[in-house]
């Protein structure tokens, strides 16, 4: 069956500190997989893309890592701030089906 | 560009009541899909329409309907609102499905409580 799973489902951290999030899948065959950052009440917004030959990728403070042998992705944020705050989800596809992870909800606190 | 608009952003229905959420983008996107948010959830296709005048079901597509006469619209119909359909509800659009490097682009969303 195929699935996305991320954690951990919720994490609160301090200002200016760093943080991983996690995204395990079973999806299969693998197309690519995407970070989204969806701020509350809004909809979710591109962060960053893996294709199945990229290793890592960063997007300003948001670094994505992709492992397709263990099929393991991580979210890793430098230097976090307020701003921050939001859900992360992780998007992995094959073919023309997309898979959704429920998320990790992230609070940056002063 | 406005990007993808919906509309309205909060509506409450009462069971049994009908309403149409709206969706529309100007960005010449042939992709649109409609996904719902349930708390503590994975968003859940409904429907997606690979271009005008032509829609297909998603995993839940039960209690909606959707049509797409143009390519910026597309708008999804609730006939008979029951509970279950209480969620949060984001219309997207893409340039394309098939080639997987582009991503989405997500509406605003739009929160629905039937009671």
């Known amino acids: 069956k195929n699935q996305v799973e991320q954690s951990p489902q919720s994490l609160i951290i301090l200002e200016g500190k760093n943080c991983t999030l996690q995204c395990n899948y079973t999806v299969s065959p693998f197309s690519n997989l995407r970070w989204y950052k969806q701020d509350t009440g809004r909809g979710p917004v591109s962060l960053t893309i893996m294709t199945f030959s990229e290793n890592t990728k960063s997007n300003g403070r948001y670094t994505a890592t992709l492992d397709a042998d263990t099929k393991q992705s991580s979210l890793h944020i430098t230097a976090s701030q307020l701003s921050d705050s939001a859900s992360y989800i992780c998007v992995v596809r094959t073919g023309n089906q997309f898979y959704f992870g429920t998320g990790t909800s992230l609070t940056v606190i002063p | 560009n406005a990007g993808v608009t919906q509309t309205p952003k909060f509506r409450i229905l009462k069971i049994g009541q009908s309403m149409t959420l709206q969706c529309t983008q100007d960005m010449n996107h042939n992709y649109m899909y409609w996904y719902r948010q349930d708390p503590g959830m994975g968003l859940k296709l409904i429907y997606y329409?690979?271009?005008?005048?032509?829609?297909d079901k998603g995993e839940v597509p039960n209690g909606y309907n959707v049509s797409r006469s143009t390519t910026e619209d597309f708008p999804l119909r609730l006939e008979l609102a029951a509970p279950s359909q209480t969620s949060v509800y984001f219309c997207?659009?893409?340039?394309?499905?098939?080639?997987?490097?582009?991503?989405?682009?997500f509406g605003s969303g739009t929160r629905l409580t039937v009671v």
């Open positions: 329409s690979v271009g005008a005048g032509i829609t």
């Open positions: 997207a659009s893409s340039y394309s499905f098939s080639t997987g490097n582009y991503g989405y682009t």
